[in-house]
Antibody, heavy 121, light 109 residues
Framework: QLQLQESGPGLVKPSETLSLTCTVS??????????WGWIRQPPGKGLEWIGS???????YYNPSLKSRVTISVDTSNNHFSLSLTSVTAADTAMFYC?????????????WGQGTMVIVSS | SSELTQDPAVSVALGQTVRIACQGD??????ASWYQQKPGQAPLLVIY???TRPSGIPARFSGSSSGSTSSLIITGAQAEDEADYYC????????????FGGGTKLTVL
């Protein structure tokens, strides 16, 4: 059974870079039928799509974050990663990784449990 | 980019039917998906392609779509349905961009 697991530091200092990894287990990230994405949720607020990646390396980013975001994929180790630069307190959030199939809808059918990242000195 | 608009809060009496709406121009062209999120949990997919239920989701959850509005319908709401509900879809202008609605807090009275 496919599972996603986020990992990374829970505390990041302002102006530094937030780095998270999503490990895919029970299946291959090379599955050509899916995109892999990052979504965040500030405390008490709604969901915000950060960006997505295909196993080939094609990336798509939220325009509001594009200048600070990089998503990469490591097919050898079956994981994909998020890098968010120049963080501020406004980047404090629960970060989720999730997958969605190719097609005319964006259906996040499998989510990780999420990892909380606090930006604070 | 496009937006998806949801009412911030909706309430329903136990056992009654409630409709949670999601409005946006992109829904004229692309399917909506719906997610349930309970406190401390990751979102759970409850409806996709406007009106399809994933395996394991109770039959009281359904969806409908008309024009620029998609709706999540809970027929016979249960106490355990109290949660936040989010819709999402593709951006109307740029195919690979993803948009979420602001979420609706459902209270079961």
């Amino acid at each position: 059974q496919l599972q996603l697991q986020e990992s990374g530091p829970g505390l990041v200092k302002p102006s530094e870079t937030l780095s998270l990894t999503c490990t895919v287990s029970g299946g291959s990230i090379r599955n050509s039928g899916y995109y892999w994405g990052w979504i965040r949720q500030p405390p008490g607020k709604g969901l915000e799509w950060i960006g997505s990646i295909y196993y080939s390396g094609s990336t798509y980013y939220n325009p509001s974050l594009k200048s600070r975001v990089t998503i990469s994929v490591d097919t050898s180790n079956n994981h994909f990663s998020l890098s968010l630069t120049s963080v501020t307190a406004a980047d404090t959030a629960m970060f989720y990784c999730a997958r969605y199939p190719l097609g005319n809808s964006v259906t996040f059918d499998l989510w990780g449990q999420g990892t909380m990242v606090i930006v604070s000195s | 980019s496009s937006e998806l608009t949801q009412d911030p809060a909706v309430s329903v009496a136990l056992g009654q039917t409630v409709r949670i709406a999601c409005q946006g121009d992109s829904l004229r062209s692309y399917y909506a998906s719906w997610y349930q999120q309970k406190p401390g949990q990751a979102p759970l997919l409850v409806i996709y392609k406007n009106n399809t239920r994933p395996s394991g989701i109770p039959a009281r959850f359904s969806g409908s779509s008309s024009g620029s509005t998609s709706s999540l319908i809970i027929t016979g709401a249960q106490a355990e349905d109290e949660a936040d509900y989010y819709c999402n879809s593709r951006d109307i202008s740029i195919y690979h961009l993803v948009t979420f609605g602001g979420g609706t807090k459902l209270t079961v009275l």
